[in-house]
């Protein structure tokens, strides 16, 4: 008769202890491919929100300026390339002038998750001289009508208190013909480009024909009809310019939150965004993590230094 022999409890007991490390140890590494899963999606949501939806506003301002009466563009251009006033739509006076005022390009005037910030807003127009064209908002163009468009960030959910709320950039578009218009709607949340936007920056780049002067005052060169000074201002400071300079160029500074919590990699609470350096985050109302990152862009304008070509 054969004598069984079983396993110890000693030895049953370290085959369930080692069994659990190995346990452990998988459910470790399932832990962390999540995390790095979710870190990736959330970088790869951000790329694709913020670069293709800047990529689509780009496209658009780069018409910024079309058939324009006149090439440079300023404060006093019928038709020019960028809107600040009434003026820029109409020679003549606009019925709802109070009404669309705000609703032109300005800074510090909208929504904005940085304390004690507001975000900028951007109006631009263009003429459709080619056909066959759409505003942001995806609705047909005639061809020879003027289109305005707007773009400006719109809390995505009503909020009872002053901490973070989702915000999203939206483009609001009108349309319309000739030099003489009496009114334009701009209001209403228009079309959503991107999601999940923290703040939105705009600054105009100028350039100057400078004369060039000594210690003591006295011209030592004259202006030469060449553009020998440039910088960047936001529409305020452009607004306070007393010789308001032709525009050239704009820059676009977006703050970008992922849709999806992450564990790790936000530790950031200040960020720079162009001109404005270290700006405080207003914390999340959830208390979760996001993935942030600082999308900018660079445009050059046609015609901005007074060549004027009416093909796209």
Known sequence: MKVQHGFTLIELMIALTLGLLVIAASIQVFITANQSLAFQQSSSNIQNSGLFGMDYIVRDLRRANIDSNSAA???????????????????????????????????????SNLSEMKSDQIVIQYKNTIGSQFNCEG???APNQFVVQRYFLKEQQAVTNDGYRPLSLHCKAANYTGDSISSLDLSGDGEMLVSH??????????????????????????????????????????????????????????????PETVV?????????????????????????????????????????????????
């Open 139 to 141: 609705k047909q163009i």
């Open 73 to 111: 563009m300023t404060v006093d251009t019928l038709h020019g390339g960028i809107v600040f006033n009434t003026g820029n739509l109409s020679n003549a006076a606009m019925t709802n002038a109070t009404t669309i005022s705000p609703l032109l390009s300005k800074a510090n005037v909208g929504p």
């Open 197 to 258: 936007v923290d703040h939105f920056r705009v600054l105009f780049g100028i350039a100057r024909d400078n004369e060039v002067k000594n210690k003591s005052g006295v011209i030592t060169q004259a202006k030469d009809g060449v553009m020998d000074e440039f910088l960047y201002v936001s529409a305020s400071e452009y607004a306070k310019l007393p010789d308001k300079p032709q525009i050239v160029s704009i820059q676009l500074g977006l703050l970008i939150r992922s």
């Open 264 to 312: 790790q990699g936000t530790e950031a609470t200040k960020f720079t965004i162009l001109d404005l350096t270290d700006k405080v985050l207003r914390p999340d109302a959830d208390g979760k993590n996001y993935l942030r990152q600082v999308i900018t862009q660079t445009i050059a304008l046609r015609n901005g230094f007074g060549v004027k070509n009416k093909v796209e």
